[in-house]
DNA sequence: TAATCCAAGATTGGATACAATCCTAATCAA
DNA sequence: TTGATTAGGATTGTATCCAATCTTGGATTA
């Protein structure tokens, strides 16, 4: 590849992210990143104080920007405020639907399916984040979208974090649909919290309960060899 | 004022919009911006592009960084996600506040209420958003308090843009806290709800109904002589 | 007159050079 | 050996220069 603009920057590094190739705490050097973009530093920081603005990255100051590292607390929050809004959405759009909609809704569910028989659970996640992110447009109002994409995209970090059972709850997301297409507002509501939760509870928190705290411990325990996307 | 780093420009430039010292549609140049803050271009930028990620300002490639002139659809997705995000953060805090926090936000009340009677109502809004915010800090979920953040910047945007009929609703704040106090979550809840649709509905959408639409438009309209920092 | 074209000014976008800061590791002394 | 000190490298932060783009206004021509 040549150049590249901010966007295409900003697209790659956000998925390299979700796709786990940059996982948490990795150091995101300025320089490397442009010189393999070929451009200069300046678009290069411009893009990752996007992505600090998002908490996908952290930015030190004098030290470097980092993938994000949620802690425990962080991703307990990051949940309980998907489900504030996802529940106030899915209630919102039910009964509201065109066949067009349903339709798109019922591809990703899909897609979903069968990436979990060929055995890609990434990929399957993030079907699943697209699902919910649908739903979020439908809304049509903007702010479910922006502020769902950005939560979304942490639980992608949070998953890479935390690990994840492999049985994904897909059923939920089929049922989710049926009470969206028949109107029952509260029983979606309701089962999309309960959906929320039950993704929570299959993450395990105390497993890795000795996840780095601060970034700065991560490095010293790596004795100066830390992950880096040099590397 | 000497020189001054990125925090200073950020806190002094969404003050100046919050206090409508600058005004929807406004320009903000970089230069100007910088020199009158002792520093050169480069920070400035990074400051207008955090800005612009909590859609306070617009940058237009080439053209320039504008104070956001939300439209009246705009308007209104603020304030239903307000709602979304308030009315489940108010429940989450009835009767769970510490004296200390109670005496907190009935601080905030008396600031308002004699900000109303010293004749200064957009102090009094400055404070009304406060009070809202301080709810949001007690949830103890950060996201309540960004997401609001974000939110509430925007409302005094709208309401530089759209008036505000004199009376607020004062006294809904009292009640509010008391239901929060005696913990009556679900009135709380349904309070928030109706407080913040009175203050939706005082907005006189129709009036400016020739609001400008684009900025371009804007500019064309006043021949050249566009409102600007540098006049 | 009216439309088109071009040039100049203004502003932002990006590349580069240098300054500030942090981390590391070697050196030296107790 | 252990601790403090310091020099070097690595990385980010800032200033400055130039390029790209947009807008304006005047000159030219039909």
Known sequence: MGVANELDIYIAIKDAIIQQKLRPSMQLVEEVIAESFGVSRTPVRNVLRKLAGEKLVTVIPYKGTFVACPTVEEAKEVFEMRRVIEASGVKKVSGKLTRDQLSQLSELLDEEHSAHHNGDPLLAVRLSGNFHLKIAEFTGNNYYFRYLEELISLTYVIIALYGMSKHMHCS???????????????????????HLKEIEDTLQFEEKGTAPQTLSEVFRLANGHYASVKG
């Open 172 to 194: 939920d997301h089929r049922r989710l649909m049926l009470l969206i297409e028949q109107g029952e507002a509260e029983q979606a509501e309701r089962l999309m919290i309960e």
